[in-house]
Every structure is written in structure tokens, then in C-alpha cells.
């Protein structure tokens, strides 16, 4: 049966070994930040990546549980991971997608922590409340799910989302229990946006086309690409061009970052150490 949590914050043991679960996972920066809190909080731990098929994920959950593994679940194993945990918090049941794991008493326990940090970026971009402002959010696999809720949770009412696959748009909203517009293309969801935010991987390679020509936002669009990359992404780096306020997803990978950090150990970890790595 699935259990939800009402809280983190006290995950029992704290881990000392731990993981970042995806594929690929070469280019994650997690290990450097992480490995940057755990030594500025002078714990004896260390944290690796690991490569691991679809096929492999359920079997190398167990050996986590089994062993005390703690971790991160990056794509594209989140949605996966949410339907293998049977431990969830009340905000990963929600959103339908986990991104940090630790253990319990020889329990497996979900939590999803891109929330907290899409919430951190979606602020420092748009300090004011999103009430009566238009957000559109492109790509709605498992962290436009996240995204989804941090923009509710800021106050947006009017969100209208594109993506590729309608029905996986339509799943999301339905899931996450916020109603969202549904745009048959990128340029009718970012029309009149006070905010757009990038939740594809379009950016990732040098040979990507843009999310959205940046020429079609408006004079005041705010513009949070998911993507990072060193240098940031071309995307990014266009908007900014054309005056538009612009931030990749460095922000908010050290603020998920810190969000796990505080599931496994129960105290915040150094910020500053995490951007120092990064940067
Ligand atoms: P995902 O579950 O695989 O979903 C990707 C979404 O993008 C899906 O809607 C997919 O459409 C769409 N998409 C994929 N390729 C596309 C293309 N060429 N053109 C248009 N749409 C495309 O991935 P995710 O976990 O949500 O991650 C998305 C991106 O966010 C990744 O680049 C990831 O690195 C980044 N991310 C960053 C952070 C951070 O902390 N900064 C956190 C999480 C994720 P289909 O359904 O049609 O395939």
C-alpha cells in the first residue's frame, strides 16, 4: 500500500552512501554539489552517478533499500521511480514523479524536491505574485509536472501549457489537480505570457532548435529555460539579448539540491559551497 507522508525532515539514518539515478547521467552536476554540502558539513559520505536502464530501475531500487542508498532519480526514470517507491510524500504522490529517495527502517521513501526548486527560480524572476498573469509552460513530462505545481503554488491562474504528446498536457493537469489551458502550439501558449518556462530538453544540444523564437514574447516576458548547460543555453542567451530577464536551471538544481540535502540530513546545507561547485 502506498503511504503518504505529511513531512520531511526525518529520515532516519543518515545515508552515507549516495546516488544519482538516470540515463544519461555523465553530464549531471549533482555529484559536484553535493559532494561540495557534504564536505562543507564535514559528513562521511560520498555521492556517485549511476547509469541504469528502464529494465534495471526496480531491481536497483531494492539493492538501495537493502544497502541504505540514498539519492536522486533524474531522467528518465522519475515517473518510473513514483510508480516503483511504495513510500511517498504527500507532494511526490501529487505530482506524480519522484526526484530524491532515501531509506527508512529498511523502507524505500519517495519525495519530490523540483517543486521547491522551480518555486526558488520562478521568484527570482518574477518577484512578484503570479495572480492574473499568464504563464505558459512548454513540455509536460516529469518536471513540468513539478513546474506546474511551483506555478500554482506562486498564484497563477491563467496556465497554458504546449506540448509535443497533447495527452501527456492533459494527464499532467489532470494529476496534479490544476487546470491548465491545453495550446495546440508553442506560439499560442506564449502569447500575452507574463512568464515562460522551457520543461524540454531542447537546449540540451548544440544543434537544438529554440523552445520558442524569442522574437514572439512579450516586452516584459520573464523566460526560466530548465536546461543548463556551461555558458548557459543559447536560448537564454538570445532572450537576454533582446532584454528579456532570463535564467537557466543552475538555480534551480541547486535548490532542489538543497531541498534533498535536507530530506537525508534533517539541516540545511551551505549554499554558497553548492554555487562555488557550479560555478
Ligand atoms: P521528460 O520527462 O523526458 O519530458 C520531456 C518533455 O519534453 C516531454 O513533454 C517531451 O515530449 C518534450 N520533448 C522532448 N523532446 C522534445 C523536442 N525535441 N521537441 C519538443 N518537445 C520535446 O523530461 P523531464 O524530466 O521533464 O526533463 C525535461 C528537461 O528539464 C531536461 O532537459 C532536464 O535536464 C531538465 N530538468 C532540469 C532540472 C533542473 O534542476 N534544472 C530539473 C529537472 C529537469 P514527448 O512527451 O512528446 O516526448
Sequence with gaps: MTGLLPDVGNCGEPPSSLLIIGKPVTQSL??????????????????????????????????????????????????????????????????????TFWVERGELYGHNTDVEGALATIRA???????????????????????????????????????????????????????????????????GAALVINATPLGMRDDDAMPVDAAVLDDSCAVFDLVYRRGETAWVRVCRARGLPAEDGLRMLVEQGAAAFRAWYGRDPSLEAMWNAVR
Design 125 to 191: 524572476l518574477v518577484p512578484d505574485q503570479l495572480t492574473n498573469r499568464r504563464v505558459a509552460i512548454l513540455g509536460a513530462g516529469g518536471s513540468a509536472a513539478a513546474v506546474l505545481f511551483a506555478v500554482h503554488i506562486a498564484g497563477c491562474t491563467d496556465i497554458h501549457m504546449h506540448s509535443r504528446t497533447p495527452s501527456r498536457g492533459s494527464a499532467i493537469a489532470a494529476r496534479v489537480n490544476v487546470p491548465v489551458h491545453l495550446a495546440e502550439s508553442a506560439l499560442d501558449a506564449v502569447r
Design 30 to 99: 549533482s555529484p559536484l554539489i553535493q559532494n561540495a554540502a557534504i564536505a562543507a558539513a564535514g559528513i562521511n559520505a560520498h555521492y556517485d552517478r549511476l547509469e541504469v536502464d528502464a529494465t534495471e530501475l526496480a531491481s536497483v531500487l531494492h539493492r538501495c533499500a537493502r544497502d541504505g542508498i540514498a539519492g536522486n532519480i533524474t531522467m528518465p526514470h522519475k515517473e518510473a521511480a513514483h510508480a516503483t517507491i511504495q513510500r511517498l510524500t504527500v507532494l511526490a504522490h501529487r505530482i506524480g514523479s519522484v526526484n
